[in-house]
């Protein structure tokens, strides 16, 4: 088992809050996570997907009332939530009852706007995680799995499949049941076929600035649709919308946001490539390694900074900004290549969004400069 970064923060976050929501989409190790804790007291964990689990609940105030002074696991939380204000209750109580922290782990693959009741009525109580696909830094030998984990991408059941086979047919297996199984349970009545096709098409446009009614209009489906389809994709953990940056800079700004499936493996399912020679010769490869090296470096964020991508209508643009707590601002371009260089357009995007300093991820290596206030590294140095 590959250890997670995040498991020390949620550790701590167990001896401080009531309660704990680790979301994260599906098949991402939550459970495996979660089921390796030890906080020192017993655990008691119910999958509520399972009929004899929920079964137990069907008088859950009597049932979980019994497990005071142990953490209760409640995977796939979504599925039953007319149980947060019970939750609730059971909190006051315990904290009444002198134990503080560490009562509920809540397990869930719809982020907490999808989880509204939670978000309401455990306001003060609950403390929020994310768990993402595997990534880079959590890996032994970073250089060497980079490759992999840019072609598999990081559900651990696809990087750690004993052949590229395998690792197709499991991320195959894993979008079929989206589209069929999982999306409908959301309240989407759309054919699957269809689904599948919108999961496509995003796919295709990786990277590209988003034009929902164009996209909509391909379907034959009306932009309101769509645009449902797409924050569904969202809040389950599938797909990113990295918003531009807008400020008044007296120039014609894109003010689109820039769509990416999250994760590099389900987007080379779902544009049909299976190896990484088709990779490297398909137009989509670029897109693809940018979208790898955004997602990697959102993880990585320091607390209070925040991220969007610039674009001018004349072509000058900047792949990711990212603005610290502090206010300074850091331009990102992603390029693949070894000999990268910088262009005018890096130059005069530097001097509109008033950045510091400018880094240039490429594949591999240590950072060099390239002018006073350019730089190029590799991905894991600058993830590091």
């Known amino acids: 088992m590959i250890p997670r970064q995040l498991r020390s923060t949620l ?3 167990l001896q401080q809050s009531p309660a704990v929501a680790l979301l994260g989409s599906r098949q991402v190790g939550k459970t495996t996570l979660a089921r390796g804790l030890d906080l020192g007291k017993p655990t008691h964990y119910l999958d509520l997907e399972r009929p004899s689990d929920l079964a137990k609940l069907s008088d859950p105030e009597l049932y979980l009332s019994g497990f005071g002074g142990q953490l209760v696991i409640l995977d796939e939380v979504q599925r039953v939530p007319d149980l947060f204000p019970l939750l609730r209750s059971l909190i006051d109580e315990r904290r009444q009852a002198g134990e503080k922290a560490g ?3 809540l ?3 719809a982020s907490p706007e999808l989880l509204q009741q939670s978000s309401e009525t455990l306001a003060g109580r609950i403390s929020y995680l994310e768990l993402s696909p595997l990534e880079l830094l959590e890996l032994l030998e970073p250089d060497e799995a980079l490759q992999t984990l840019w072609e598999r991408g990081g559900y651990p059941d696809s990087y750690l499949a004993p052949d590229a086979e395998s690792s197709i047919q499991w991320r195959e297996d894993f979008i079929t049941s989206y589209v069929e199984r999982y999306l409908p349970q959301q309240g989407i009545t759309a054919a699957p076929i269809l689904l599948r096709r919108f999961c496509t098409m995003l796919a295709h446009l990786q990277g590209a600035t988003l034009n929902l009614s164009k996209l909509a ?7 309101k649709t769509a645009r449902r389809y797409l924050d569904l994709l969202e809040g389950l953990y599938l797909v990113r919308s990295l918003p531009p940056w807008t400020r008044n800079a007296g120039k014609r700004l894109v003010k689109s946001p820039k769509v990416y499936w999250r994760d590099s493996g389900i987007l080379h399912t779902l544009a049909g490539l299976q190896s990484l020679e088709q990779l490297l010769g398909h ?3 670029g897109a693809s390694w940018e979208g790898f090296c955004i997602e990697q470096i959102l993880r990585c964020l320091p607390k209070g900074a925040t991220a969007s991508h610039y674009r001018t209508h004349a072509g000058a643009e900047v792949d990711l900004v990212i603005e610290k707590a502090d206010g300074e601002i850091l331009a990102v ?4 290549t070894l000999s990268p260089k910088v262009t005018p357009g890096l130059v005069e995007s530097m001097e509109t969004l008033q950045a510091s300093q400018a880094v240039i991820i490429i594949p591999q290596g240590a950072s060099f400069p390239l002018s006073k206030t350019v730089s190029a590294t590799g991905l894991r140095s600058f993830l590091q």
């Open 283 to 285: 137009p989509l490869c």
């Open 103 to 105: 009562h509920f782990l």
């Open 11 to 13: 550790h701590k976050r």
């Open 217 to 223: 209009g391909s379907l034959g489906i009306d932009g």
């Open 333 to 336: 371009e992603i390029k693949r």
């Open 107 to 109: 397990l869930g693959s």
